[in-house]
C-alpha cells in the first residue's frame, strides 16, 4: 500500500492532529484545577486548522483507489463546518467550565472532533463503506454527547432517543444500500454505480433503494416525516450540543445528500428521486413551521425552527446543478451564523439564568439591549428579511431551482415562500416578546462571559456582511466549479 | 462609485443611522441634530437632482434613465446594484425626501427609545430610496423588504391601540404580498434572455430584449401585480392598511401612507405593466374592476367611521385605488394622471396624519363624535386640516383637482363599455370623499365644543407648523402649477406606451 496516499487528506489530518493533542493534553494534565488550558488550547489550535484548510488548495486528488476524494468543493464544505464548529466552541466556554462538566470538558472536545472527522468522511466519500464509517462516527459519539448532563434525566432521555434514531435510521440506510449494492452488481463505488444505472434501465428495486437512501438520511437530516426525535433531543441535549446539533450535523448530512443523490443516482432525477423529494420538501417546510408556532421553550422552538430550515436546505438538492450546491453551500454557511447567534444567545442567557422559556424573553431590551439587538438580527436573518444574509441565501437557493424552468419546480418555490411568511410570523414572536411586551423584564442585567461574546460578534459581523459583501458566493460558486468530479456528473 | 448622485439617496441614510448609533440614548438633542442635518441634506440632494434632471432634458437629452450606474455585485447571477431615474423616479425621490422632512419634525418627542426609533426610521428611508433609485429588479426587491420590515417594530414598539395585533398582519400582508412578487422577479428573470443568452435582472434590457412569450406572461403579470398591488392596498388585499395606519405613530404614518403606498404603484408600473405588456393589455381587465372596487368601497367605509385615523386610512385606500386604476387604463394621459395622484396623495395624506398626531397629541382621542369646535381653540391646526380636506375632496388649486381630473379624463379615453362603466363608478367617488370630508370638517372643527377640557388646549408649535407648512406648500404648488410636473414626466411614458402598443 502507499501511504503516500495519506497525503491527500489534509483537512482529516488536520482534525486527527488537533484531537490527538487534545487527548493526550487532557490524559497528562491530571485534576479538574490543571485543566483550565483545555479550552484555550482546543480553541486555538482548531483557529488555526481552520485557517490551514481554508488557505491550503486542496489537491483535487482521488486517492485509495477513488474512495476518497478532496477537491476544492469539499474542501470549502469542511472549511465553512470547521467555522461552526470554531463558534460552537466559542460559545461553550462557560458551559464547561461549569461544576458538573469541568471535569469532563476533555471528553466534550475529543468527541466533537470525533465526530467532524467522520463528517468529513461523509462528504469526502465516494464510495459507501467509506460513507457509512463517516456516518457512523459522526452520529454515535453525537449520543454521548447529548447525554452530557448526566445529572438531568432529560439529557438522558435525549440521549436515548438520538441514539435509537441514529441506529434505527443506519440501518434502514444500509438496506437501502443492499438493495443498491444488488442493483450495481457488486460495486459500492459511486462511480460504478452511477454507470450501471444510466445504462441499465430503471426497476422497481432502484425505487425501493431510493426510498430507504432518502429514508436513512432524512433521519440525519430530520426530514418530515422522520423528524419526531428532534424536538425531544434538541430539548433535552445540553444547549452547545443543541446548536451542534442543529447545524454542524445537520450541514454535512445535507452535503452528502446532495453529493451522493448527484454522483450516484443523477440519471434518474426526474425519473425517480425528484417526487420523492418534492413531497419531502414540501412536508418539511410546512410542518416545521405550523409546529414552531405554538413552542414556547425556546430550544424546542429552534428545533422546529430547524426542521423548517432543512427544508429550505434540501431545495438546493432539487436543483441538483452546479449552482444549486453553490447556494446550497452558502445557505448552510449563513444559516450557520443565523442559528448559531441565536443559540448564542439562548445559551448565554440560560447559562447566567437558567431561564429558557419565550415568555422570559420579554422586555429584555431594558435589561441586555446588546443581546436584544443580536437575537433581533438573527431572527430576522432567519426569517430572510433583507439586508441581513438569510434574505440572500434565501433568495438566490430559490432563484437556482427555479433556474431549471419547470412549472412544478416555480410551484414548489412559490410553497416555499409562503412558507417563509409563516416563519416570519413565529421568529417576528420573539422579536416582539424582546421590543414590544409590556410586561417587567425577568432576565436581569449581566455581563456575559468573554467566549460568548466573540461569538455573537461573529455571528452578528456574518449576519450582517456576507450578503451584502458577495465574495462568499462567489467563493462558494468557483470552489464548486473548480471541482472535475462534480462537472462531469451533472451531464450523466 | 460615489461619483454618481443616486447613490448618495441611500448613502445618507446609512450615515444617518451610522450618526444615530454614536449617539446616546437620552441624548435627544445629538438625535434631533443628526435627524434634522441628514434629512436636510436629503431633501436637498432631491431639490438639485430634480433641477439638474430638468436642465438635462431642456439641453435635449433624451435617454430613457439618466443618471444611470451599474456595479456587478454577484457575478454568477449576473446581479448588478444598478441605478438610473427617469422623470417619474426623480419626483418620487422628492415626495420621499420631503415626507422624511416633514416626519422627522412630527415625531420631535417622540418617546420611549428615541434613538431606536430614528434608526428604524431611517432603514425604512433607505429602504425607499433605493426602490426609487434601482432600475435593477434584484436590488429593488431588495430594498422593497428593507422599507417593509421596520414598519413592524416601529408600529409595534411606538404604536397605539391595538398595535401588536395590527403590525402582525401589517407585516405579514406586506410580505405576502413580497412573496408572490419575487416568484414574479425569478420567472422573469429567467426568461429575460433571447435564446440562449445571459439573463438579466435589469429593466431596462429586459425591455429591450422583450423574450418572455405569452403564456408566461400571463403567470407573471399576475403575480407581479397582486405582488405590488397589496402594498397600493388593493381590494381585497387592502386590509392590512386601516388597522397599520391607525395604530402607527404619526411619522410612521406620514410615511407609510405618503409614500411606502407608492411604491406598489410604480411597481406595478415599472414591473408588471413595463416588463409584461402583453399580458397587461390582455389581463388588465381583471384588476381594473379590483381597483374599481376598492375606490368605491375604500371612499363608502371612510363615511361610517368614527376614528380619523380610520378614516384617512379608508380614504387612502380608495385614493390609491385610483393610482392603479389610472394605470391600468394604459394610456399616457391616464398615467400622468397617476403620477400626479400619487404625489398629490403622498402629501396630503401625509399632512392629514401629521395634523391627525398633533390633534391626538392635544385632546387623547380620535373620535370624531367626542370633539367638536376644534377650529376655535387651535385655528391654525383647524385651517391646516381644512386644506388637507380640500386638497383631498379635489379643490382646484389644491393637488387633488388636477390628479383627479387628469385620471378621469385620460381614463375616458378608453371608448368601450366596460371601461366607461367603470370610469363612470370611479368618478363617484369623488361625491362620496366629499362627504366624508365635509363630514368630519363639520364635525371636528365646526359646531360647538364637545368637551369642555378642550377649551385648554393649546395650538401648534413651531416645528408643528414647520412640518405642516411644508406640505402645504408643496399641495398648493402642484396645483397651482401642475405643468413642470407634466413636463418632468412625459418623457418616461414614452417607452412604456411603445412596448403596450408593440404588444397588442
Redesign the interface.
Known sequence: MDYSQFGAMIPELIVLGIFLVVFFADLIAGDKSRKCFLTPLTTVLFALGTVAIWVIPASGETVFGGMYVNDSATNAIKAILNIGVFIVFLQSAKWVESDEVAIRKGEFYELLLVTLFGMYLMVSARHFLLFIIGLESASLPLAAMVAFNKNHYESHEAAVKYIMTAVFSSAILLVGLSFVYAFSGGSLYFQDLAVTIQTGSMSGLLIVALAFVIAGLGFKLSLVPFHLWTADVYQGAPTAITSYLSVISKGSAAFAFFIIFTQCFGSVYSDAWEWMLYAVIIATITVGNLFAIRQKNMKRFMAFSSISQAGYIMLGAMAADTLGLASMIFYIFVYIVSNLGAFAVISTIENQTGRLSMDDYNGLHKTNPWLSFAMTLAMFSLAGIPPFAGFFSKILIFTSVTGTGSMALYMLVLIALINTIISLYYYLLVVKAIWISPEAPKVESFRSDCGSRIALWICVAGIVFFGLVPYIYQYCVSSVEASAGFLSMFGV | MFTNILIWFVVIPVIMMIGLGLCRNSGMKAIRAVMVVGSTALLALAIWLCVQFLQLRAAGVDDEMLFTGSWL?????N?HLAVGVDGISVLMLMLSAIIVFAGTFASWKITPLPKNFFLWFCLLSTGVFGFFISIDM?TMF??Y??AL?PM??LI??WGTGR??YS??KL??ML??GS??L??GL??I??HSAPEGGQCTWNILEISHNASIDASWQYMLFCFTFVGFGVLGAMFPFHTWSPDGHACAPTAVSMLHAGVLMKLGGYGCFRIAIFLLPQAANELAWIFIILTGISIVYGAFSACVQTDLKYINAYSSVSHCGMVLFAILMLNTTAMTGAILQMLSHGLMTALFFALIGMIYGRTHTRDIRQMGGLMKIMPYLGVCYMIAGFASLGLPGLSGFVAEMTIFFGSFQNADLFHRVFVICATASIVITAVYILRVVGKLLLGPVQDKHHLELTDATWWERFSTVTLIVCIAGIGCFPNWINETIQHSFVPIINAIQAAV
Do not use: D
Open positions: 455585485w454577484y457575478a454568477p447571477l446581479i434584484f431588495m430594498f423588504e428593507v420590515i413592524y417594530l409595534g414598539v398595535k401588536e403590525a402582525m407585516t405579514l410580505m405576502g412573496a408572490f419575487m416568484l425569478l420567472g428573470y429567467w
